[in-house]
């Protein structure tokens, strides 16, 4: 696709409900990046994956968030039994479509607003 | 491990003024150094970035931003402030070679009077 596409763009959740978000990166694009950004912050690094890889998750809060991308291309990130707190933009980027060396350029979606009740 | 620090979340300017935005970098190795904007709404979009060679690196929209490793900034600038300027701005870091996390900083939100 022409960029990075994320969806739902918006999700409401109870406390303790489980959702998923979905991330269509740039096609052929390599690494995919998952970044959460809470209200008036910058983006903080969730994992990253090259391919269907998952090379780093060391960003990720808690074993109630899981990230996959089987096939090397879209990308889930799940969020088991919401809690107030997990209420952010989550941001998927992806990069390096050569999968070479990393200079960092990052194409963002728009990102999906989590708000949990 | 890198990191970035943004001096003043909220930052106004007159039109027409010169934009400053203050970033300082903190790498135990040579780092890239990235400046992002982000409109309301939207995802991230780079501005401009630094990973080798020349030291004052020019971007879109009229922003450059200068290396200076004995300082350890990389300040962002435009001469002349644009009311379509307004937005957030995010100073962001990473190692060089190979995977490499990004690191942003908390961003300064660029306000412009008319």
């Known amino acids: 696709g022409a960029g990075v596409s994320q969806s739902p763009r918006y999700k409401v959740a109870k406390r303790g409900q489980d959702v998923a978000l979905r991330c269509d990166p740039i096609?052929?694009?390599?690494?995919l990046f998952w970044y959460q950004q809470a209200l008036g912050q910058g983006p903080e690094f969730l994992t990253y994956?090259?391919?269907?890889?998952?090379?780093?998750k060391s960003g990720l809060p808690s074993d109630r968030f899981f990230a996959e991308r089987p096939e090397g291309s879209v990308s889930t990130l799940k969020i088991q039994r919401t809690q107030q707190e997990d209420s952010a933009v989550y941001l998927c980027?992806?990069?390096?479509?050569?999968?070479?060396?990393?200079?960092?350029?990052?194409?963002f979606g728009e990102g999906s607003r989590l708000t949990v009740l | 491990a890198q990191s970035v620090t943004q001096l003043g979340s909220h930052v106004s300017v007159s039109e027409g003024a010169l934009v400053l935005l203050r970033c300082n970098y903190s790498?135990?190795?040579?780092?890239?150094l990235f400046w992002y904007v982000q409109y309301p709404n939207q995802g991230l979009q780079l501005l401009l970035k630094?990973?080798?060679?020349?030291?004052l690196v020019k971007g879109i929209n009229g922003f450059e931003a200068e290396f200076k490793k004995s300082e350890t900034s990389f300040h962002l600038t435009k001469p002349s402030a644009h009311m379509s300027d307004a937005a957030e701005y995010f100073c962001?870091?990473?190692?060089?070679?190979?995977?490499?996390?990004?690191?942003f900083g908390t961003g300064t939100k660029l306000q412009v009077i008319p």
């Open positions: 980027a992806s990069s390096s479509p050569s999968g070479g060396s990393n200079t960092g350029e990052l194409f």
């Open positions: 096609s052929g694009h390599v690494s």
């Open positions: 994956f090259q391919n269907e890889a998952q090379l780093d």
């Open positions: 790498s135990s190795v040579p780092p890239y």
């Open positions: 630094y990973t080798t060679g020349a030291t």
């Open positions: 962001a870091v990473s190692g060089s070679g190979g995977y490499q996390k990004v690191t």
